[in-house]
């Protein structure tokens, strides 16, 4: 402000706002240090990023330590997340897809019976999906569900650690109890089975 009313003395100007000079210089010299001290930690960034690419803000804060402690700067986790975010140097975190289907195995491969088969009934069709829950940083839990085509309801399901086909099975016997013993023998339902999933014809 003062370099818009530099006709303007700084004594003037500080009775106008009701501050003292000591304050007007005390408030200038903390802004240019606070902005030496985000220039520093913005470059020791950049130089730690030439060899860690993809490292983020909580591993970057432990190994800035050292840095922060010799020059004096105090700066905590989340003030490093607010500059690193304002100067455009967050890292984006890669989302990690866990595969569930694969196509490219030594199993033998059906022929799609359900291709032109359209379900008119509830019971006529079942197919299985398999989904996961994750429950920490390195385990998963997997669901296999049988599903009507027809009605979209769950008819069985169960969860497993790992993707095996007897996992998907144990849901598949599950929707066959219960179906109910008797309508099971009378459908005599096709069963294919590829990889992880399964189709049930009970016609």
């Known amino acids: 402000m003062k370099s818009n009313f530099s006709h303007i003395g ?8 009701g501050i003292t000079r000591q304050a007007y210089y005390q408030n200038h010299w903390e802004g240019v240090s606070t902005t030496i001290e985000e220039d520093l930690v913005i470059q020791q960034v950049k130089n730690i990023r030439k060899n860690h690419r993809r490292i983020g803000t909580r591993k970057l804060f432990e190994m800035m330590q050292p840095f922060l402690l010799e020059h004096g700067i105090k700066m905590g986790r989340d003030a490093l997340f607010t500059l690193l975010s304002a100067n455009h140097l967050l890292v984006r975190k890669r989302k990690r897809r866990i595969q569930t289907t694969n196509s490219y195995h030594w199993l033998r491969k059906y022929p799609n019976l359900i291709k032109e088969f359209v379900p008119t009934a509830p019971n006529q069709l079942w197919v299985s999906d398999i989904t996961y829950w994750k429950i920490n940083t390195a385990e998963h839990l997997y669901i296999s569900f049988i599903t009507d085509a027809y009605s979209h309801r769950i008819v069985g399901y ?5 993707l095996e086909t007897i996992e998907s099975i144990q849901a598949l016997h599950m929707a066959l109890s219960a179906l109910g013993a008797e309508r099971a023998m009378c459908s005599s339902p096709t069963i294919v089975t590829e990889a992880y999933s399964i189709a049930v014809l009970l016609m």
């Open 158 to 162: 169960h969860v497993a650690e790992t």
């Open 10 to 17: 700084l004594a003037r100007l500080c009775e106008w706002f």
